[in-house]
């Protein structure tokens, strides 16, 4: 592939997250050339370590840098974890370089591809960013160090990390990534006002539009709304047992299905779409609209908003299956084999058990581990999100990570933004004129 077709697929990634609230100011990556006498995993004494030879020791400071999104609390949170793992390895210097919000993020990384030696240790990216980068050969594969023979060095416990999660970092069999700050989709629900109505918690697509109604009846308001349309159609569509890739007909019988099932809550009211509010959270605590299916990373937003106004709950979403969202960390080749060891040790630390209930409890984000969720001191949060992640992770899956398929994704959701915005819309004239648009995304 060639290095402008790689730059037009990654600047398609960058239009998702172009309005998303801006960070700390860019600042400049730092570089270190430190030597360092290491030993090497599988290289024979005396000869050069081969490609696939992982270095399983340091024996001098090694610096490592790490390209992020995060701000606010997330930021502080990272901060706080970064400062305990250099305590503990002080050997080990790891510079945080804030790149703004995850649009800025995905612009550094495509404009600093040009000069892959000036590329960061480790970066924060959407699997979707980094499909260029592995055609490129410009990521690491992680499995020689998750997998490593030396059971110390290995990873610990990989298997303890949520199935769906380890699965969205694999591309063509290879573990290119660990995950990092992670959600996945629930109900946010008014409880007091379905307790005041009697109404059970939707376990189906079927029960969530019955509810809907009744709730529409009792109190003239909408009963719910997604936070994404697009996740709302790729995993509608998922359980149906129909995989969202290039095979797809956006005509067929599943993908009307999917487009009426939204269609017919918006001409009867008892569903609405996030419009100009761009998010339900604010609808939602506005007690403008009963329940509403987002992020379960928007606790914070929830609580806020709701204060003494009324009690809310959350329930895990509303089908088998629901979607794994948020970042992963990834290693860059440039990275020298020092480095991926340093930035490795890093990586686990950030993801063992204690380390990922901090990081929980900080952010909102989920655990990424089994062991993280049913330890008792993330049992014992206050989060309404808590005593339902078990359930709610229980069956996670990911978008197919093949080109084409982030620019398909924000195709539907713009398709089904217009199309839901009046109940005077023909959804098969719609996604009729849609084929077209969609077919051609998975050329990209």
Known sequence: MNFKKLLALLLISVLVFTG??????????????????????GAEEGTEATEGDVVTELTEPVEITFWHGMSGGQEETLTSLTDKFMAENPDIKVSLQNQGNYGDLSQKLIATMQSPNNLPTITQAYPDWVLPMVSEGLLVDLDPYINNADEEFAFDNWDDILEGLRQGVVIDGVTYGIPFNKSTEVIWYNKTLMDELGLAIP?????????SKQIYEAKGIPGVGFDSLSNFYTTYLYNKGINYDSSLDITGPESLE?????????????FRIAGTDKYLSGPFTNE?????????????????????????????YPADSSIQQGTDIYMFESATPEQRTAAYLFLKYLTNTESQIDW???????????????????????????????????????????????????DVGT??????????????????NFKATFDSAWQQ
């Open 20 to 41: 998303c609230t801006s960070g700390n100011e860019t600042t400049e990556p730092e570089t270190s050339e430190t030597e360092t006498t290491v030993e090497t995993e």
């Open 203 to 211: 376990t189906t697509y079927e029960e969530l539009a019955e509810v």
């Open 258 to 270: 999917a487009a009426n099932y939204h269609m017919d809550g918006i001409k009867e009211g008892y």
């Open 288 to 316: 403008q609209l009963a329940m509403y299916i987002g992020s379960n990373a928007g606790e914070s937003y929830v609580s806020d908003g709701a204060a003494d106004k009324f009690e809310y709950a959350a329930a895990p």
């Open 360 to 410: 929980a409890l900080g952010t909102g984000y989920m655990p990424i581990r089994t062991s993280s969720i049913e330890n008792e001191r993330y049992q014992s949060s206050e989060s309404k999100i808590v005593p339902i992640l078990a359930e709610a992770t229980d069956n996670l899956y990911t978008k197919p990570l093949v080109p084409g398929s982030q620019q398909a994704y924000n």
């Open 415 to 432: 398709m089904l933004e217009g199309l839901l915005s009046s109940p005077d819309n023909n959804v098969e004239e719609a996604l009729g």
